[in-house]
């Protein structure tokens, strides 16, 4: 062992976000092996994330490395061989850190908030406050959530605290990127919040009044969740079951909608249902790309679409059944839509094979409402 000493002890890297239940299942199963784990946010390290769609051809998280040996998400973990698992777990902790091991962040550096400023930076923070409750009160295996024992964190009072700041933010003058970043950040803060002060709904009226009398005070005017979703972030169209567009045309909400509805949000806001897609903190730097990132993960995984070549039908989330409109109208515009935003993978070739025989069937996969507090689980 003497040609070791000197060198960095082996180690398993994590690559995660903040409040991510796959990335808490996938360290609890690491913290049982007893085996030394780094675990890297690339929430507030983005610029790793081009190098880890390159060295693991995955946009999602979890994504874990055994010293150099590159594993894959969670569930790739979990299904690991028990022998192969105990070689892993030598290789740690008997070999050294390799110099071609995956990236870490570079010390002292992270996003933050630093040089972002006004609604931006605000959104951030709470997004982040409300992150770092959310992750603390996470069980171990990453299922459920203590919205109860959130709500009794002295964290959350200071977090409402900075939430009244809101209704001073200066909306008109925010760039489309920063009205992105902004509502899809107050947005799923706001869900959280509003799981914390009224409970999770566990019914369809109750969901319904949920999302049409959650509010926050913003910029001197009230915004529902159905007000962000569908006033703001899809250019004032109807939403689910609703009769009428959010804002008239007098509403001085109005002006603060984006021209068009951006298809991509349906990716990044989560409605704390556990068919919803995960959720993390957008910035309004590239947040475009951002965007797509969440869409490429969310088609990847299984509860965002499946292809069967056998039958040649592809079964997509309700999402793209509620918000068909969003996504061109048609099935046929819709799987065009799928197929541009689907990351290269095996999944992408089958659904092109699929779509080059013809006669394609689009289906919808049932949708989990179920919520991932503690207390209903």
Same mark, same amino acid.
């Given at each position: 062992?003497?040609?070791?000493? /000197?060198?960095?002890?082996? +180690?398993?890297?994590?690559?995660?976000?903040?409040?991510?239940?796959?990335? *808490?299942?996938?360290?609890?199963?690491?913290?049982? =092996?007893?085996?030394? #784990?780094?675990?890297? &946010?690339?929430?507030?390290?983005?610029?790793?994330?081009? +190098?880890?769609?390159?060295?693991?051809?995955?946009?999602?998280?979890?994504?874990?490395?055994?010293?150099?040996?590159?594993?894959?998400?969670?569930?790739?973990?979990?299904?690991?061989?028990?022998?192969?698992?105990? +070689?892993? #777990?030598?290789?740690?902790?008997?070999?050294? !850190?390799? *110099?071609?091991?995956?990236?870490?962040?570079?010390?002292?550096?992270?996003?933050?908030?630093?040089?972002?400023?006004?609604? *931006?930076?605000?959104?951030?923070?709470?997004?982040?406050?409300? =992150?770092?409750?959310?992750?603390?009160?996470?069980?171990?295996?990453?299922?459920?959530?203590?919205?109860?024992?959130?709500?009794?964190?002295?964290?959350?009072?200071?977090?409402?605290?900075?939430?009244?700041?809101?209704?001073?933010?200066?909306?008109?003058?925010?760039?489309?990127?920063?009205?992105? $970043?902004?509502?899809?950040?107050?947005?799923?803060?706001?869900?959280?919040?509003? @799981?914390?002060?009224?409970? %999770?709904?566990?019914?369809?009226?109750?969901?319904?009044?949920? !999302?049409?009398?959650?509010? @926050?005070?913003?910029?001197?005017?009230?915004?529902? =969740?159905?007000?962000?979703?569908?006033?703001?972030?899809?250019?004032? +169209?109807?939403?689910?079951?609703?009769?009428?567009? %959010?804002?008239?045309?007098?509403?001085?909400?109005?002006?603060?909608?984006?021209?068009?509805?951006?298809?991509?949000?349906?990716?990044?806001?989560?409605?704390?249902?556990?068919?919803?897609?995960?959720?993390?903190?957008?910035?309004?730097?590239?947040?475009?790309?951002?965007?797509?990132?969440?869409?490429?993960?969310?088609?990847?995984? &299984?509860?965002?679409?499946?292809?069967?070549?056998?039958?040649?039908?592809?079964? =997509?989330?309700?999402?793209?059944?509620? @918000?068909?409109?969003?996504?061109?109208?048609?099935?046929?515009?819709?799987?065009?839509?799928?197929?541009?935003?689907?990351?290269?993978?095996?999944?992408?070739?089958?659904?092109? &094979?699929?779509?080059?025989? /013809?006669?394609?069937?689009?289906?919808?996969?049932? @949708?989990?409402?179920?919520?991932?507090?503690?207390?209903? $689980?």
């Amino acid at each position: 062992m003497g040609e070791f000493q /000197g060198c960095a002890p082996g +180690r398993v890297t994590v690559y995660s976000v903040q409040g991510c239940s796959q990335c *808490a299942q996938a360290k609890a199963v690491l913290r049982r =092996l007893e085996v030394p #784990v780094r675990d890297v &946010d690339v929430g507030r390290h983005p610029e790793l994330r081009t +190098r880890l769609k390159e060295l693991t051809g995955s946009v999602t998280v979890p994504q874990i490395f055994f010293n150099n040996v590159h594993v894959g998400g969670g569930i790739d973990l979990q299904k690991l061989a028990p022998a192969e698992l105990e +070689r892993l #777990v030598t290789l740690v902790k008997e070999q050294p !850190f390799p *110099a071609d091991a995956p990236p870490l962040p570079e010390e002292n550096k992270s996003t933050g908030t630093g040089g972002i400023d006004g609604a *931006a930076k605000l959104s951030l923070l709470l997004r982040e406050m409300i =992150l770092k409750l959310f992750s603390e009160h996470l069980s171990a295996d990453g299922k459920t959530v203590d919205y109860e024992g959130m709500s009794l964190n002295p964290a959350f009072e200071r977090y409402c605290e900075l939430a009244i700041q809101l209704q001073r933010v200066e909306l008109l003058s925010l760039s489309r990127e920063e009205k992105l $970043a902004f509502f899809i950040n107050i947005y799923n803060a706001l869900v959280i919040h509003g @799981y914390l002060r009224l409970g %999770p709904p566990s019914n369809i009226w109750q969901r319904y009044r949920f !999302f049409n009398y959650v509010s @926050y005070f913003i910029g001197g005017e009230v915004f529902t =969740l159905q007000d962000i979703e569908n006033g703001v972030l899809r250019g004032n +169209r109807k939403g689910v079951a609703q009769l009428r567009r %959010p804002f008239s045309k007098s509403d001085p909400r109005l002006q603060v909608a984006l021209p068009d509805a951006e298809p991509l949000v349906h990716f990044a806001l989560n409605c704390g249902a556990k068919g919803c897609p995960p959720i993390k903190t957008y910035t309004p730097q590239d947040i475009d790309s951002q965007l797509r990132t969440a869409a490429e993960a969310f088609l990847g995984n &299984d509860s965002g679409c499946v292809v069967d070549c056998e039958k040649r039908e592809v079964r =997509l989330s309700q999402i793209f059944k509620w @918000y068909k409109a969003d996504f061109g109208g048609t099935d046929e515009k819709l799987l065009s839509w799928v197929l541009d935003h689907m990351g290269e993978s095996p999944k992408k070739t089958s659904l092109q &094979d699929v779509l080059s025989a /013809g006669k394609t069937k689009v289906s919808f996969l049932p @949708y989990d409402w179920s919520s991932n507090s503690i207390h209903s $689980a």
